[in-house]
């Protein structure tokens, strides 16, 4: 019947299971627990990473390491009444890397290697692509005037129809996903707690 | 050594090319050229949604997504200060739940400046916006609690999701409350049409938070992104026939 | 009765689930496993590496989606032992060295020595930005691994210093760190990516299949039952693949009633309004 955490962890999962049926006490026991504890691992994580990314790097004579410490301590500005306008500047800061960072991404992997691989010898299926990538770009053209608008009603449209057929392919997938989770947690149940299935 | 990283040559030619076209409108726009957007449903259906809550004396819930400071965060937050002024103007209850403590304290700053905005910022509750857990499905545990405990009336869910999407518009939609949902990953849009009363689909998302925020540049950039569209447009139908009339300039040009 | 199909009782559902979910456990229905060509991909990639090559494995999922991802991690650390082939586990999320320390318990008689066979650098913050410094410099990124051992005191980490020295990358992401090594390591060194998904996000990666930015992919539970099956050593994943089927199973006839039963009623209401 497995150890105490395996009953820790089996009675968490029936608790927040119980949600599927109505909401009731059990879950919501089980769902303080669960954000409890995520809050307590994050904590416990936040500190691992000031020390390793922040607190030996400057004990090691790296003093660049100061800018982040900065810009870190500078959200708590929030804090302190009449002084929120600091936490900007390390939001500023992330958003700016951030972007820096995903350019090449962008530029490169999403956009010209996406063009070029549509490049293919025509066929039904490569035509229904290429077709298809227009009208769905066209769906997301936001500005055009009112005479426009009326020109790209229909492939628009036709746009849509792709989506909806891809989101469909998602929904599929997806639901194999969530089914997956679900055996995951029953095999638990089942080998680890019960014991009841070899 | 060459200044270019190998094969990203045209890769950057684009980006310059889109960064030049999105400038380009922010210009006009500054200039007193505001382009026009197409309407978006989700987005005026917030009112809608405020309206109904208002006279069922039950709160809003709104989440700016899951994700860190990425587009569709900024996009979420964006609408978060239209539907809270909203909900300010109406003398309704909003509740903002939080995952990232990045975003936290923006969203915090857009609710207080938005009834500040209506002139009632002593209606302002600094309760309204909760950090909940940055732990993905503890967050998503403690967010369907809210909406079952407050009994919420709608439910706003614009910014980047993953698979709490489905867990919270499920919750929504047992409630039976309006919901208009909005995100910019694909995988997750499926759940919201599935579910919700409005989704906003991709990048609708971020013209929505332009629009929002009725900033003249922000919608510029939007108009510049059309732009950007049409040249993507040119290439794949550029590209496409002149491979199939045995040309191959482009397909070596963008492997430059 | 049409009415009543389309007004069921939520919790009936979730219950004819959980029995068509459980049933197979209790009594597996033993259907044959075929093999998807993206799966078959990123086996051969990895079966035609030489001995002695270097292969990132990026850990990077939640618990949350273990049930789908972690057997393939298993599957996948099976196959690379077997051919003595050198494994880097690292991890954008913060999970990393836990699936690490369970995937090389459970992978069998092979024996690796620590250091030399394999190393876990474990989780390291910064996302995106830690791809692509570590594209340049693994060492000045990491220093340690998770243990706090100096990676430089690694024998197998001497010769591992850039992207350039990896011969191949395999995501294990629920999230979207697929992307950032596509866009930082595929598209700026060449160095070839994999991935090994939960399936929400198989969809959406295959633009990168088609394009050749990914060499091949594994597709959630069904994914690594599949790799279980290529590499004759079934495990986990296939004794749950009968569970899968038959949810699909339910999950297809709810549709199909649940269709019928809305169009009949939306039929009958027009006739009615007529």
Same mark, same amino acid.
């Given at each position: 019947?497995?150890?105490?955490?395996?009953?820790?962890?089996?009675?968490?999962?029936?608790?927040?299971?119980?949600?599927?049926?109505?909401?009731?006490?059990?879950?919501?026991?089980?769902?303080?627990?669960?954000?409890?504890?995520?809050?307590?691992?994050?904590?416990?994580?936040?500190?691992?990473?000031?020390?390793?990314?922040?607190?030996?790097?400057?004990?090691?004579?790296?003093?660049?390491?100061?800018?982040?410490?900065?810009?870190?301590?500078?959200?708590?500005?929030?804090?302190?009444?009449?002084?929120?306008?600091?936490?900007?500047?390390?939001?500023?800061?992330?958003?700016?890397? @951030?972007? @820096?960072?995903?350019?090449?991404?962008?530029?490169?992997?999403?956009?010209?290697?996406?063009?070029?691989?549509?490049?293919?010898?025509?066929?039904?299926?490569?035509?229904?692509?290429?077709? @298809?990538?227009?009208?769905?770009?066209?769906?997301?053209?936001?500005?055009?005037?009112?005479?426009?608008?009326?020109?790209?009603?229909?492939?628009?449209?036709?746009?849509?129809?792709?989506?909806?057929?891809?989101?469909?392919?998602?929904?599929?997938?997806?639901?194999? @996903?969530?089914?997956?989770?679900?055996?995951?947690?029953?095999?638990?149940?089942?080998?680890?707690?019960?014991?009841?299935?070899? | 050594?060459?200044?270019?990283?190998?094969?990203?040559?045209?890769?950057?030619?684009?980006?310059?090319?889109?960064?030049?076209?999105?400038?380009?409108?922010?210009?006009?726009?500054?200039?007193?050229?505001?382009?026009?957007?197409?309407?978006?449903?989700?987005?005026?259906?917030?009112?809608?949604?405020?309206?109904?809550?208002?006279?069922?004396?039950?709160?809003?819930?709104?989440?700016?997504?899951?994700?860190?400071?990425?587009?569709?965060?900024?996009?979420?937050?964006?609408?978060?200060?239209?539907?809270?002024?909203?909900?300010?103007?109406?003398?309704?209850?909003?509740?903002?739940?939080?995952?990232?403590?990045?975003?936290?304290?923006?969203?915090?700053?857009?609710?207080?400046?938005?009834?500040?905005?209506?002139?009632?910022?002593?209606?302002?509750?600094?309760?309204?916006?909760?950090?909940?857990?940055?732990?993905?499905?503890?967050?998503?545990?403690?967010?369907?609690?809210?909406?079952?405990?407050?009994?919420?009336?709608?439910?706003?869910?614009?910014?980047?999701?993953?698979?709490?999407?489905?867990?919270?518009?499920?919750?929504?939609?047992?409630?039976?409350?309006?919901?208009?949902?909005?995100?910019?990953?694909?995988?997750?849009?499926?759940?919201?049409?599935?579910?919700?009363?409005?989704?906003?689909?991709?990048?609708?998302?971020?013209?929505?938070?332009?629009?929002?925020?009725?900033?003249?540049?922000?919608?510029?950039?939007?108009?510049?992104?059309?732009?950007?569209?049409?040249?993507?447009?040119?290439?794949?139908?550029?590209?496409?026939?002149?491979?199939?009339?045995?040309?191959?300039?482009?397909?070596?040009?963008?492997?430059? | 009765?049409?009415?009543?199909?389309?007004?069921?009782?939520?919790?009936?559902?979730?219950? !004819?689930?959980?029995?068509?979910?459980?049933?197979?456990?209790?009594?597996?229905?033993?259907?044959?496993?075929?093999?998807?060509?993206?799966?078959?991909?990123?086996?051969?990639?990895?079966?035609?590496?030489?001995?002695?090559?270097?292969?990132?494995?990026?850990?990077?999922?939640?618990?949350?989606?273990?049930?789908?991802?972690?057997?393939?991690?298993?599957?996948?650390?099976?196959?690379?032992?077997?051919?003595?082939?050198?494994?880097?586990?690292?991890?954008?999320?913060?999970?990393?060295?836990?699936?690490?320390?369970?995937?090389?318990?459970?992978?069998?008689?092979?024996?690796?020595?620590?250091?030399?066979?394999?190393?876990?650098?474990?989780?390291?913050?910064?996302?995106?930005?830690?791809?692509?410094?570590?594209?340049?410099?693994?060492?000045?990124?990491?220093?340690?691994?998770?243990?706090?051992?100096?990676?430089?005191?690694?024998?197998?980490?001497?010769?591992?210093?850039?992207?350039?020295?990896?011969?191949? !990358?395999?995501?294990?992401?629920?999230?979207?760190?697929?992307?950032?090594?596509?866009?930082?390591?595929?598209?700026?060194?060449?160095?070839?990516?994999?991935?090994?998904?939960?399936?929400?996000?198989?969809?959406?990666?295959?633009?990168?299949?088609?394009?050749?930015?990914?060499?091949?992919?594994?597709?959630?539970?069904?994914?690594?039952?599949?790799?279980?099956?290529?590499?004759?050593?079934?495990?986990?994943?296939?004794?749950?693949?009968?569970?899968?089927?038959?949810?699909?199973? !339910?999950?297809?006839?709810?549709?199909?009633?649940?269709?019928?039963?809305?169009?009949?009623?939306?039929?009958?209401?027009?006739?009615?309004?007529?």
């Amino acid at each position: 019947m497995g150890s105490i955490t395996t009953w820790m962890a089996a009675i968490g999962t029936l608790g927040l299971l119980s949600f599927a049926w109505k909401d009731n006490k059990f879950y919501s026991i089980c769902e303080h627990i669960y954000v409890a504890s995520g809050a307590a691992h994050a904590l416990v994580l936040g500190v691992k990473n000031i020390k390793a990314n922040a607190i030996i790097p400057l004990a090691e004579g790296k003093l660049l390491a100061i800018i982040p410490i900065v810009l870190g301590l500078m959200f708590y500005a929030r804090f302190i009444p009449g002084q929120m306008r600091w936490t900007r500047y390390p939001i500023a800061a992330t958003v700016g890397i @951030g972007f @820096g960072q995903s350019l090449p991404r962008l530029a490169s992997t999403n956009f010209v290697s996406q063009i070029r691989a549509t490049f293919k010898v025509w066929s039904f299926n490569s035509v229904l692509v290429i077709v @298809g990538i227009i009208c769905v770009i066209l769906f997301f053209y936001f500005s055009a005037s009112k005479r426009g608008q009326r020109f790209l009603q229909y492939p628009s449209r036709f746009g849509r129809i792709i989506m909806m057929m891809a989101f469909g392919a998602l929904f599929g997938n997806t639901v194999m @996903g969530r089914l997956s989770l679900m055996i995951g947690r029953l095999s638990f149940l089942f080998r680890d707690w019960l014991g009841i299935v070899g | 050594m060459s200044i270019f990283a190998p094969k990203q040559f045209f890769a950057l030619i684009s980006f310059i090319i889109m960064v030049g076209l999105v400038l380009y409108k922010v210009q006009q726009a500054r200039n007193g050229k505001v382009p026009t957007i197409r309407k978006i449903a989700g987005l005026e259906a917030i009112e809608e949604a405020v309206g109904r809550a208002t006279e069922m004396g039950r709160p809003i819930h709104y989440t700016p997504g899951t994700g860190n400071l990425v587009a569709a965060t900024f996009a979420g937050l964006e609408v978060l200060g239209l539907a809270a002024r909203t909900v300010a103007r109406y003398g309704a209850q909003i509740i903002v739940t939080i995952r990232r403590p990045l975003v936290l304290p923006i969203a915090d700053e857009i609710v207080r400046n938005s009834y500040m905005a209506e002139g009632i910022v002593e209606s302002y509750s600094p309760d309204s916006v909760r950090y909940i857990s940055s732990e993905q499905f503890a967050y998503a545990a403690g967010v369907m609690g809210i909406m079952s405990r407050e009994k919420i009336a709608a439910n706003i869910m614009l910014g980047y999701f993953l698979a709490e999407s489905l867990m919270l518009s499920e919750t929504g939609f047992k409630m039976g409350a309006i919901q208009i949902a909005g995100t910019d990953n694909r995988s997750q849009v499926p759940f919201f049409v599935a579910t919700c009363d409005y989704v906003l689909i991709g990048e609708e998302l971020f013209a929505a938070g332009a629009v929002a925020s009725g900033n003249p540049l922000k919608l510029g950039s939007i108009a510049g992104q059309d732009l950007g569209k049409i040249y993507a447009i040119l290439l794949l139908v550029i590209g496409s026939v002149t491979v199939n009339l045995g040309l191959n300039f482009l397909v070596d040009l963008m492997s430059k | 009765m049409l009415e009543k199909i389309q007004k069921m009782d939520q919790r009936i559902i979730y219950l !004819v689930l959980l029995i068509a979910l459980s049933f197979p456990m209790f009594r597996p229905l033993g259907l044959p496993v075929s093999i998807g060509q993206t799966s078959q991909d990123l086996y051969d990639f990895i079966d035609q590496l030489d001995p002695g090559s270097v292969v990132v494995l990026s850990i990077d999922y939640s618990p949350g989606a273990a049930a789908q991802i972690h057997p393939q991690t298993i599957a996948i650390t099976k196959h690379l032992l077997s051919k003595k082939i050198k494994i880097v586990y690292m991890g954008l999320v913060q999970y990393a060295s836990q699936f690490t320390t369970d995937a090389i318990a459970k992978a069998g008689d092979y024996n690796p020595v620590y250091g030399q066979d394999y190393v876990d650098l474990g989780f390291k913050p910064g996302e995106e930005a830690t791809v692509s410094a570590m594209s340049k410099d693994i060492h000045a990124t990491f220093v340690t691994d998770s243990d706090g051992t100096a990676i430089a005191e690694l024998p197998m980490m001497a010769d591992i210093k850039t992207a350039s020295d990896i011969d191949l !990358v395999i995501a294990f992401d629920s999230g979207g760190t697929r992307h950032w090594y596509v866009g930082q390591m595929q598209a700026l060194y060449g160095t070839p990516v994999g991935c090994a998904l939960n399936s929400v996000n198989v969809t959406n990666t295959m633009p990168y299949y088609d394009a050749g930015q990914v060499i091949g992919l594994l597709n959630g539970l069904r994914g690594a039952a599949e790799y279980e099956a290529l590499i004759g050593d079934p495990g986990e994943a296939t004794i749950n693949l009968d569970s899968i089927s038959s949810g699909h199973l !339910v999950i297809i006839l709810f549709i199909l009633f649940g269709n019928i039963a809305y169009f009949g009623l939306r039929n009958s209401n027009k006739r009615k309004e007529a």
